[in-house]
């Protein structure tokens, strides 16, 4: 599967780990899942008992992406529709959740959600691990960066209302785009990158969560749709 690399700098000490968060942030795995690409449902709002969606390229609807995901998780679960453990209540008497219809029909499943949650609870865990390797806890956190093609159409509100990310202040999280290609280049141009990139490596430690005798208890907590 796709590991989602993690970092925690406490000013002294990088400390590293990876977890096994699967392809579900990419929009694989799901049923009607896609990268972030033209088609793509990025963005989802409640609009009285339906949605609002907006779309990459503004064309008609193929499936939802990885920030699309996480908008209708946290929407369904506000509304009463999904519950914290992942399961459609009542209001939802088929057990699954018709967001488009029409030419391409997008519907969400419980294997769908579960997906998700297995991917943020591997996520949890690992951030919960190195804060505790560093001595910190989350209300520590200064700065949370969230990299990459998924971060770009992130919502935070709604990445913390489903526990996908810690419960801090909205504007210390930071949305960063091409980050790996960026660390390429500067290390392709800049002497002075190379030599902190060096420095940084000198004092990281790497946490294995595989060797973790807590990951498992976290990994289970963090199942749960509902912020830390």
Known sequence: GTNTEIALWDGRTLWVTSTPGGPAFEGCGIRHGMPAEPGAIHRIRARGDGFELSVLAHGTPHGLCGSGLVDFLAVLVVSGRLDARGRF???VP?????LARGE?????GKADVD???RAKAALGAG????LAAAGMTRDDLRRVCVAGAFGRFLDVPNAQ???LL???????????VDTAL???EAALFSTQAVARFRRLAETATIINLSKSPDFDILFLRHLYLQPW
């Not at 951030?127 to 190195?130: D, I, Q, S, V, Y």
């Not at 810690?166 to 960063?176: D, S």
């Open 182 to 184: 960026a660390g390429c």
């Open 104 to 108: 391409h029909e997008i519907v969400l």
């Open 94 to 98: 088929r057990g699954s959740c018709t």
């Open 127 to 130: 951030m919960e691990t190195l």
């Open 161 to 163: 209302a489903i526990g």
């Open 115 to 117: 997906v998700l949650q």
């Open 166 to 176: 810690p419960t801090v202040p909205e504007g210390r999280v930071e949305l960063h």
């Open 89 to 91: 209540t009542a209001k």
